[in-house]
């Protein structure tokens, strides 16, 4: 059974920083793109940031800067971390895997086969 589990949400105030971690098992991490997806309300989701299998990245416009993406096959694990955090950050962030990844579809929600459950991030002061 693939589980990917977020944690690491949570309230911030501007400027501040969080740290996300997407737990996965049941799959072989180091097949599988895994990326980075936001939702706030009323709005659709939106990639945010993804890793390819062989380490390449991709970042949305508006967090190239400020948020890395970072994996850990030994550990299983995939680390998102966000830094200088403004409002329009806020929403559910969730993580999500795609066997083998492809580069121009790594924005896109049906190109990934697993999803996790998602962690609130909220960017208020």
């Known amino acids: 059974q693939v589980q990917l589990v977020e944690s690491g949400g949570g309230l911030v105030q501007p400027g501040g920083s969080l740290r996300l971690s997407c737990a996965v098992s049941?799959?072989?991490?180091?097949?599988?793109?895994i990326a980075w997806f936001r939702q706030a309300p009323g709005k659709k989701r939106e990639a945010v940031a993804c890793?390819?299998?062989?380490?390449?990245?991709y970042y949305l416009d508006s967090v190239q800067g400020r948020f890395t993406i970072s994996r850990d096959n030994a550990k299983n694990t995939v680390e998102l971390t966000m830094n200088s955090l403004k409002p329009e950050d806020t929403g559910v962030y969730y993580c999500a895997a795609d066997l083998w990844g492809t580069t121009p579809g790594w924005t896109n929600v049906d190109e990934y086969e697993y999803w996790g459950q998602g962690t609130q991030v909220t960017v208020s002061s």
């Open positions: 890793i390819m299998t062989y380490d390449d990245t």
């Open positions: 049941g799959l072989r991490l180091e097949y599988y793109a």
